[in-house]
C-alpha cells in the first residue's frame, strides 16, 4: 500500500501535463506515487505520458466521468492512507508535500488538507480556487481566506498562520483514504464544482477537522476546462450549491436559507442579464434553479444519511453572517475585514 497516491484527474490537458507534471515528478517522487487517471482525452495525453513519464501510473477510463466521479472511481483502484487529488495545472515547489504530510501524521483528528494556492499568472496573488482554505456564509457561498467573490488579495504574509477551515480545495487536496471512504468519497452526481465543499462539509459533520497549511505553496493556473464566465460552469455553481445546502443544513435552517436563496438567485440572474449584459449566465441560473427542483428528490435518502451521522451541530467555519451583505453594502471585501 502507498502512503500517498498522488492523483491527477486528465480530460485533454496534454498541454498542462508537459509544463507542470515536471514539478511534481521532482518534487514528490521520494514521498508519494503519483498517478493519472484519464476521462478518455482524445488529444495525445497518453502518449505524452507513456513517453516522457513511464514511471507515472496510468487509470484509464473509456468515458469522461467528470471531476467527482472520475476521482471516485480511479481511487477505488488505488490502496493508500493518504489520496492527494491534485489538478494538471499545478505546480509543485520544494518541499511542499512534507508540512502536509508531517502534519496529518500526527493530528488523527484532520481529515484533510491543503497548501497556500498562488497564482501563476501573478505569484504574488492567491488563486481564485482556494486560496488560503475555505468557508461559507449562512447562506451557502463560498470564500477563502484571500479571496470574497471576484477580490482576490495579495499574498503579503497576512495569512501565513495554521487554520481550520470548512473546505480545502479540491484543485490541491489531502485527505486520508479512510475517511475519504467512509463518508462515500466526492457526490459523483455533481459532475464538477462544489463537490469538494460538500464533500469536506460533511466531513466537518462527522467531527474531523480540515486544515489550510500555508507553509506549504503551489502555484495554480486556474480555470480548469472552462473559463471564468461560461454558462456550464454558472450553471453548475449554482445546481450543486443548492443541492450542497439542501444535504447538509440542519433543518432548523434549511426552510429559511432555501426561501433566501430563491431570491438572491433570480436577484444575481438579473444583475448577470442588466448590469453584465450576460444572456448565457443568465439562462444558466434559471435552468440550475429548475435542475435543482427536478433532482432533490434523488438526494432525500443522502440529506437523511447526513443528518443522522452528523457529529457537529454548529461549525464555526460556517460563518453567521451574509457574505453579499459584507462585501456589497459594507464594503468589506477582505477576509480579514469579515465579522
Not at 498517478?35 to 488529444?43: E, G, I, R
Not at 470564500?143 to 499574498?155: I, K, N, P, S, Y
Request: charged share 25%.
Amino acid at each position: 500500500m502507498d502512503k500517498v497516491a498522488i492523483v491527477i484527474l486528465n480530460w485533454n490537458g496534454a498541454k498542462m501535463l508537459r509544463q507542470y507534471l515536471p514539478s511534481v515528478m521532482l518534487y514528490s517522487r521520494d514521498e508519494a506515487r503519483v498517478y493519472v487517471a484519464d476521462n478518455a482525452s482524445t488529444d495525445n495525453s497518453l502518449e505524452l505520458l507513456r513517453e516522457h513519464f513511464p514511471e507515472v501510473k496510468l487509470i484509464l477510463f473509456d468515458k469522461n466521468w467528470g471531476f467527482a466521479e472520475g476521482y471516485n472511481r480511479a481511487l477505488a483502484q488505488i490502496e493508500a492512507e493518504y489520496y492527494l487529488l491534485l489538478n494538471s495545472d499545478i505546480e509543485v515547489t520544494h518541499h511542499w508535500l512534507t508540512p502536509l504530510l508531517e502534519f496529518m501524521d500526527s493530528h488523527q483528528n484532520v481529515a484533510a488538507c491543503q497548501p497556500k494556492l498562488l497564482s501563476m499568472a501573478d505569484r504574488d496573488m492567491f488563486e481564485y480556487a482556494g486560496a488560503c482554505g475555505g468557508y461559507l456564509d449562512r447562506y451557502g457561498y463560498p470564500f477563502c481566506r484571500g479571496r470574497a467573490f471576484t477580490t482576490v488579495e495579495r499574498d503579503n504574509g497576512q495569512y501565513d498562520n495554521r487554520a481550520e477551515v470548512l473546505w480545502a480545495t479540491g484543485a490541491a487536496l489531502l485527505v486520508r483514504a479512510c475517511i475519504y471512504n467512509k463518508v462515500g468519497g466526492l457526490d459523483g452526481r455533481f459532475f464538477a464544482h462544489c463537490e469538494e465543499i460538500d464533500m469536506c462539509w460533511r466531513i466537518r459533520l462527522l467531527g474531523y477537522k480540515i486544515y489550510c497549511l500555508p507553509e506549504s505553496v503551489v502555484y495554480h493556473v486556474g480555470g480548469g476546462t472552462l473559463p471564468k464566465s461560461n454558462p456550464m460552469k454558472t450553471f453548475l455553481n449554482f445546481r450543486n450549491n443548492l443541492t450542497m445546502l439542501y444535504k447538509c443544513l440542519p433543518d432548523d435552517e434549511l426552510p429559511r436559507v432555501m426561501r433566501w436563496r430563491w431570491w438572491l438567485d433570480y436577484l444575481a440572474a438579473w444583475e448577470m442579464l442588466i448590469l453584465k449584459h450576460n444572456l448565457g449566465d443568465f439562462k444558466a441560473v434559471y435552468r440550475a434553479r429548475r435542475a435543482f427542483k427536478r433532482w432533490r428528490s434523488d438526494f432525500i435518502e443522502a440529506r437523511k444519511q447526513v443528518q443522522q451521522s452528523r457529529v457537529e451541530k454548529e461549525i464555526p467555519e460556517q460563518r453567521r453572517f451574509s457574505l453579499l451583505w459584507q462585501y456589497y453594502v459594507k464594503g468589506r471585501k477582505r477576509f480579514s475585514d469579515l465579522p
